[in-house]
C-alpha cells in the first residue's frame, strides 16, 4: 500500500490525514472526486449556519482516515485483515458518495430525476474501476456487501459505520453546533468483531447511547432546522418549476452542463446505457456538474418573465426565505387553499401556480433510526445484545419515527 | 441599539455572536452584504487547504463580534464610548469589505481592472447610507478616518485591527493550519488608548509577539503557500486571456453577470458616475457576481477553440496545478525562454501565447508588516514604545521585506 | 461591584475568568477560601484519570463565573435584577462548597461524624459574615432559599444550577472523559424566568436532554466508575480505622490539624458551640485540614503495628487497589464469609477485622436525579411542561433510581 | 513488546495513551513512579495558575506516548528501529524525571543538598533494572547516551526532545495559558534522521520559529512569572531555614519522610553508598516524600516559636506572597538594607535574619536556550542547516540570555 508520493492532508476535524496509497491518490486525483470539492456537504445549511460550507470532498477523505483507524484498532484485537482488503474498504469509502450531484436531494426530485446518487455512485464506481483496470473489483464488492466479510461493508454502510462518524462530527464542527459533537475515536477504540459482524465492546456502551442522542440532537438542530427545510423546499419547487417550463418549450437559460439535464438532452436511462459513448457522455457531463452551476442559473432566473421562477430565485438567492409553520397534524385544506390565495393576490400568480409558494409536506425522522436496533454490544463473556436491551435507558424514543408536518409561504402573505 | 429582533449566529470560530441592533440586521440583510455567502475569503487556497471554504460573510461578522468586545474592554478601563459610537464602528466593520469581488486579487488584474475593492467598499458603502437615510454616516467618518476619536478608525484598520484579530484566528481554524491560532481574545483584554492611540499593555508584550510570529507562519504557510502562488497565477492569466480574447471580439461565453464586465458593458468608471443609473446599475451587478460566475464560466471554457483559454481552465478545474520553482534571485531570460519553447512545443501555441504557461513574477511578504513599527506598548508610567524596541527579541526579521522570484509551468513540460 | 484591583484569573475550562468585586476578593483572600486549592474536587478519583486533579478552589471561582454569564442573559431577556443581588447570589456560588474537607465523603464517615460538609459551609458563612459585618447577608439569604427572588437560589442549587454546570465540564475537561462535556454556555443562553422560577427556552430542549445523558455517562464512568468506588471504599474503611484505634487509646500519629479531629479534641458539637472561643477554634483548625494531612497521615501508617491499619496504608499509597465485583443482586452471605476466611489467612487478623478488607455494600445513583423532574421547559406561548412530558424521548431511564451491589477485597486473595 | 494487559490512560492533552508493554507497565506500577502522582510539575506556580495542579506522573506518560509517535514517523521515512530499541527508548522517557523530589528546585538548596534530581534519576533507574533483572539496561544507556544509536538519546533529551514537546503543551494546557501551545504532533511529523542525528525536515522550519517563541513565552510567562519566582525564593528560604534550625539543634517537627532528612538521618552520600542497605534505605525513603510532606510540615511550622519560621509558613499557605520588583541592574545595598531595617522593625528579627524576608538575586531564562544552536533543518538536498541560519528571521534575541534582578519582601513592609 505504501506510495512515492506521501501526501498529507490538513483536517481541522481529524488532524494531519495521510495519503500513501497510489490507488487512493488516483482516486483522489480524478476530476471526477476533486468535483466533490465543489459540493458541499450541506446544502443549503449554510443559510442558517454560515460556517457550514464543508464539502463532500473532506468528508470523503475523513471517512478513509476513520477506517484506517477503525481497522488499526481491529486488527490490534487479533482480527485479521489483508493489506488489500485495507486498501478496499478505504477506497469504498472514497467513493461512497462519489454519485452525489449539488443539491442533490432537490435535483433528484426536479432535474435530473429517475436516478438516485446510490444508484450514480456505482455507475462511477465501475467506471472508475474501468479505467483502472480492475483495480477497484475489491473496493466494489466491499460496498456492494458481496465480500465474504461482511463486517468490512458494515464499516462503509451501517448504524456505526465511517460515513456517520465523520459527517455527526464534521457537520457539528461547521456549524457550530458543539453539542453534536460525537466521540468518533473513542467509539472507534471500542469497535470488534464477532461472529463476522461489526460489534461494540461493553465498556463503549455510554458513547454509543451519547452517539444516539448526539445524531438526534443533530437532525433537529441542523438537518431538520425548521428554516433549513424551508430553504430545501423552495429549491425542490424552483428546480421543478424551471423544469416543468423547460418541458413546456419556454426557454429557461442555465449553465453549460446543467442545461444538458434541464433540456433532457442526458437522461436517467443514458447512466444505464449499455452503449459506452452514451453512458460516459452522461458521466462526464454529470461529473462536471456543480453548486456553481446551481446558483449561477438561479441567478440567472432572477429576472425570468415567469413570475414563479424568477419569485423563487429571488427569494433563495437574496436569502428572503419562507416563514415555515411546524405541526403535529396536517394542515386543513382550508388553512392552504387560504394562503394561496393570499399568493394568488400578491404574485399575479394561477391557483396550479401558488402551489409554489404555498409547500406543505411533512418531515420525518426516521430515515436515520429505524435500524438502530442493529447496533451489538459486546459482552465479556463473548455475548451480544441489542443496544437497545444493553442500556439502562429506554432508547425507544430514539428510534421512534418522529413526523411532523410543515407548510412554507412567503412572509409577505399576510395570514389572517 | 436594541432590536426587536434578537438574532444569535452560530461561528465555530467565536461561539455565540448576538445581532441585537436594526442597523446591524438591516446590513446583514441586505442582498449586497448577503452575496458574501458567496465569496470565499482565501479564493483557491481551499485547493490545498480542502478544509478552507469559510466565506467574507462569516468573517465581516466576526469582526464585528471582536470590536464589541474590544469596546467593552476600553470603556471597562474607563474610556469613553457612545452608544452610537459602538453602533457605528460595528457597522463600519460588518462592511470593511464589502467591495470584495469573487477572487479578488485575480479579477482586478484582468475582467475588472481600474477599480480597487478598497474604493468598491467606500461606493457602496455610500449607496448603503443613502438608501438608510444616512444612518450609516458615523461608520463611514470612522471608516475614513474622519472621525475625531482616531482610536475608532484603529479598531477597524491598523496594525492590531479587528479585521486581522479575526481573519488570522478563522483562516488557521478552517485551514487547520492549528500553529497560526492567534489569541485574539487575550489581545483584546490587553487593548488600551492613549493619546487618543489604539495601544497594548505591557503585559500583552508576548502575545504581540506571538501575534507577530503566527501572522508570519500564515503568511508562508496559507496566503503565500506555493501551490496556492501557483493556482492564483494560473487563475490571473487564465482571467486576463479571457479578457484579451473578448477585447479582441472573440465569443467568449460567461454567466450573465461576469458577462457584463467582461464585454465591457460595465466599466470601472461607471461605479465613479455622478449617473445614480449608472451607478446604481454597475453596483447591482457587481452586486450579485461570485464565486459561482467565475467557476461556471471557466468550466464552460474547457472546451473554448482557444487553446490557452482551455488549457488554463482545465487546468484549474481538474486541479492539475502548475509546478512551481522559488529562487531568492530572479530566473534567468534563457531559462524562461527554454521553458517558453517547450510550451510551444506541448500546447501549439505561439511565443506570446507562451507567456499564458510559463508565468513568472515576483512575491512579497512586505504588505503585512511595512509598518509593523506602528503597534505601542503602553507602559505603567504611562510612557510609549514601539514593540520593536519593547520586545527583548529582534522583531527585523518579521518586519523585513522578504522578496521570492517564482516560475510556474505546466507539469507535461519536461525541464532538461 | 466595581473594585480597584481588577484581576484576571486563568481557567483552562472557561478562559479569563475577571474578579472585579471587593467582596469576591476578599472571600477569595481568606484562608478558609485558599484552602479549597488543596483539595481535590474528585478526591481518590485521580488514581483512574492521572489528570483528575483539579481543585474545589477552581470550581468555586467557575461557578461565580457561570452565574454572571447567566445573570447577563437574564437581565438582557428583561427580568430585573439588582446590582446587590448579583454580587450576593456570585458570593453564595463563591462559597457554597466553603465547608468541603479533604475526602469529604470518606471524612464524614470516619473521623468528622455528626456534622455534614452542608452544615459547616453554613457555619463557614456565618462567621465569615460575621468578620465582614454582615456584607455576605445577601449571598446567605440566597443561598438558604430565604430570600424572595427564589430563583436566585436555583442558579445556586436546583437541577441546573451553576455548580453542576461547571462540575460536570470541569471533571469532564480534566479527567479527559471529552464524551461527559456540557453545553453549559449554551444552556445558559436558554435560561429564563417565568413565575419566579429558573426554566429552559423551548429551543433549549435538545441541550438539556444531552445535558442529562452526559450527566448519567459522567456518573457511570467516572463517579462511579468501579475502581474509584473501591479506592474511596478503601479509604473509608482505612479512616474508620484509625478512628476506632484511636478511640481505644492506640497510638494512631497523624499530622497536627488532623490528630486534633482523630484524638476528638474537636468534635462535631464545636461547630455549633454558642461559646465563639470554641467554635471559632473548631473553624480554624477544620479550616487548615486538607489532602495533605490525609496523605502524610497514611503514610505514616504504612509501618504501623496494626495490621489492617498498615496494610490498608500500603494499598493506597502504592495503588494497589482492591478488585472490585458488580452484581444486580446482593452478594451471598457465604460468599463473603468465604472471602473474609481468606483474608484472615492472607493478613493473620481477626473475622471482625477481616471486614477491613473484604468490603461490601451497594451505589446508586439516585442522588443526583431523583428530582429530575423539575426542570421547565418555557414554551412561546408561556406555558410550562416539565422535560419529562416537553422530550420527545424515554427520559424515565434517565431519572431511575439504578442500583448496583459490590464487593471488594485484595488481589492477593485466590478465590474459589 | 506486547502485554497481556492492554491498558489505558485517559489524557486530557494526548487523548488516549495506550500501555501495551509487561516492561512499561511494570514501571508505572512500582511505588516509586506511583510517588510522581503526589509531586505537581510546576510546584507552586498553582498559586498563579489555579489549575496548573497536573504531576510529574501525567508528564512522564506523556513523553513515552510522544515518543512512541516519533518512533513510528522515523520509522514510516525509512529509519530502521528495533522493537528492543523502541521499548527502551519509552521506558527511558517515562524514568527521565523519577528522581524529581517535591519542589525540587527548592528542596535541593535546603534540605536535600548535595545531590542532583538528574544523579538521583540515574540512582532510581540503577536501582529498578537490579529489580528487574537487567531489563532496563538499554533504556538506561539511551538515557546516558551511551547507546551508539545516538538519535535515541536525542529524543529523550536535546532541544527537541519529547520532555519539552510534553511539557511545553501540557504546562500550557493546565495553566490555560493558551498561547503556549506548541503544535508537537506537527513537529513531530516532521522529524527525520541525517548522520545518525535528530532533525527536522525544512518544512517544519516555521513551526520550529513557533515552537521557540511559545516556549519563550511559556518562560516569562509561566516558569519566570513574577509572582511565582516570589512564592519559588519564599519556599527557598523557608525550607533553608527550617534546615538551619534543625542543624542549630532546634526542634523542628516534621512529617515523617522529610523528618529523616531534614535531621540529616539520610545525607546525600547515602544515596552514593556502595553499602546496599544503606542506599536502599536512603531511596525508599526518599521515593515516598512527596509534596503533602513539605505543605504538611509547613503548616505545622505556622505556630512555631521561631518567627521566621512561623511567618514564612504562613505567607505561604494564606498566600500572602511577598512582592516582587524587578530591575535590569542590582539592587542597590543601601535599597536592601533599607528594606531589610523596615523587616527588622516589622518582624523583631535580627539583620541577619531579615534576610530571609528581604529576598534578592536574580533569573535568567539561559538555562533552556544557550544551546539553541544545535536545532539542525534538513534540506531536500540532504543539507543541513542550524534553524538559526535556516530561519528568516533573526533567533538570536531568542537565544540571548536574558538576566534580571529581582528583589521580594512582604506587602506590610513600607517603602520610602
Redesign the interface.
Known amino acids: 500500500m505504501k506510495s512515492s508520493k ?1 501526501k ?6 481529524w ?2 490525514i495521510e495519503l500513501d496509497s497510489d490507488l487512493h491518490l488516483e482516486i483522489i ?1 480524478h ?1 471526477y472526486f ?1 468535483r466533490l ?2 459540493i ?1 456537504q450541506l446544502g443549503l445549511s ?2 442558517v ?3 457550514a ?3 463532500r ?2 468528508h470523503a ?1 475523513g471517512t478513509m482516515h476513520l477506517v484506517r483507524s477503525a481497522l488499526d484498532v481491529l486488527k490490534k484485537k487479533g482480527n485479521k485483515i489483508t493489506e488489500e482488503e485495507e486498501e478496499g474498504v478505504m477506497a469504498a469509502l472514497l467513493l461512497h458518495d462519489i454519485g452525489h450531484g449539488p443539491f442533490s436531494h432537490a435535483l433528484e426530485q426536479s432535474i435530473v430525476q429517475g436516478i438516485s446518487h446510490e444508484e450514480l455512485s456505482c455507475v462511477y464506481m465501475d467506471e472508475l474501476n474501468r479505467k483502472m483496470d480492475g483495480r477497484l473489483s475489491l473496493a466494489i464488492e466491499i460496498f456492494l456487501n458481496l465480500y465474504p466479510k461482511r463486517f468490512l461493508h458494515q464499516l462503509v454502510s451501517s448504524q456505526l459505520d465511517m460515513d456517520r462518524l465523520d459527517f455527526l462530527k464534521r457537520d457539528s ?7 453534536g ?1 460525537v ?1 468518533s ?2 467509539i472507534i ?1 471500542m469497535l470488534h468483531i464477532q461472529h463476522d459482524q461489526l460489534v461494540v465492546e461493553v465498556k463503549g456502551i ?2 454509543i ?2 452517539f444516539l ?2 445524531r ?2 443533530m437532525y ?2 441542523v438537518y431538520l432546522h425548521k428554516t433549513v427545510i424551508s430553504a430545501e423546499h423552495m429549491m425542490i419547487k424552483l428546480l421543478q418549476r424551471a423544469s416543468n417550463l423547460a418541458s413546456a418549450g419556454v426557454n429557461v437559460p442555465a ?3 446543467l442545461a444538458l439535464f434541464l433540456n433532457k438532452e442526458i437522461k436517467a436511462d443514458d447512466f444505464r446505457s449499455n452503449d459506452l459513448t452514451i453512458r460516459n457522455r452522461a458521466l462526464h457531463h454529470f461529473g ?1 456538474l ?4 446551481i ?2 442559473s438561479i ?2 432566473w ?1 429576472q425570468h418573465p415567469d413570475p414563479v421562477l424568477s419569485n423563487l430565485s429571488r427569494a433563495i ?3 428572503n426565505l419562507f416563514k415555515i409553520k411546524l405541526s403535529k397534524t396536517p394542515f386543513s385544506e382550508s388553512k392552504l387553499i387560504n394562503l394561496k390565495e393570499q399568493a394568488i393576490k400578491k404574485f399575479g400568480v394561477s391557483m396550479e401556480e401558488a402551489a409554489f409558494f404555498v409547500i406543505d409536506g411533512k418531515i420525518t425522522n426516521s430515515a436515520y433510526d429505524e435500524e438502530a436496533e442493529n447496533i451489538y454490544i459486546l459482552y465479556k463473556n463473548g455475548k451480544l445484545k441489542d443496544i437497545k436491551e444493553a ?8 428510534t ?1 419515527t ?1 413526523r411532523k408536518h410543515f407548510v412554507c409561504y412567503p412572509v409577505e402573505i399576510i395570514t389572517r
Open positions: 506521501n498529507i492532508v490538513n483536517d481541522p476535524v488532524g494531519f486525483e476530476p476533486q470539492r465543489r458541499k449554510s443559510l449556519y454560515p460556517s460550507n464543508h464539502t470532498f473532506e477523505i464542527f461547521f456549524s457550530g453546533v458543539s453539542e459533537v466521540s475515536e473513542r477504540k455510554y458513547s447511547e451519547k442522542i448526539a438526534r440532537l433537529w438542530q449553465t453549460g452542463y462536471y456543480d453548486d456553481a452551476d446558483l449561477c441567478k440567472g432572477m438567492i437574496d436569502r442500556s439502562d435507558i429506554n432508547l425507544e424514543g430514539l421512534k418522529v
